[in-house]
């Protein structure tokens, strides 16, 4: 409880500042589940596919601390063959955006692409700025988005499904 000017006791107001530092951090919270989902789909996919050759490495980085969590900003996938295939996914807290760059080491173009979360939590393209494939408009789960990013990595090699 505070008080006003004249030192009157007040209660806490339904519609005070209070209120919108709740909804800020459960929404901040919300986007915190959600983006974890995608690494971690990433990061299952990788490793499925290392079952059969143990071809690429998958690390986090950009930690942040909140409270007692840590949230990881980007995932990089790199190829053992070499640090010319990669493909890093990092994210934008403040605006949700999401940038993916997946670097190639045959002739080509480089793939960048940005992407939104919704609400419900799944993805979204933003703008396809270059390379191939180009994504789909069409929302995506966690695990559907992992699937594209790493397609050009995982190219023609066999994936275990």
Partial sequence: MGEDQAGTKQGC????????????????????????????AIERDVAEFNLSV?????????CV????????LGVQVVSKNGPTETAVV??????REIQFDGTISKLGVPRRDFFTINHDGRIVLKEHV???PQPSNEPMTP???????????????RRIA
Wanted: charged content about 20%.
């Fill in 130 to 132: 270059v390379g191939q």
């Fill in 54 to 62: 143990d071809e690429f490495t998958v690390s986090r980085f950009g």
């Fill in 143 to 157: 695990e559907q988005f992992s699937s594209l990013i790493l397609a050009t990595l995982f190219g023609n090699r």
């Fill in 13 to 40: 107001s339904s519609t005070g500042p209070g209120r919108l530092i709740v909804a800020v951090m459960s929404e901040f919270l919300s986007w915190q589940t959600k983006w974890k989902k995608v690494i971690d």
């Fill in 65 to 72: 601390l909140k409270s007692s969590d840590e949230i990881f």
């Fill in 90 to 95: 990092q994210i934008a807290p403040n605006t």
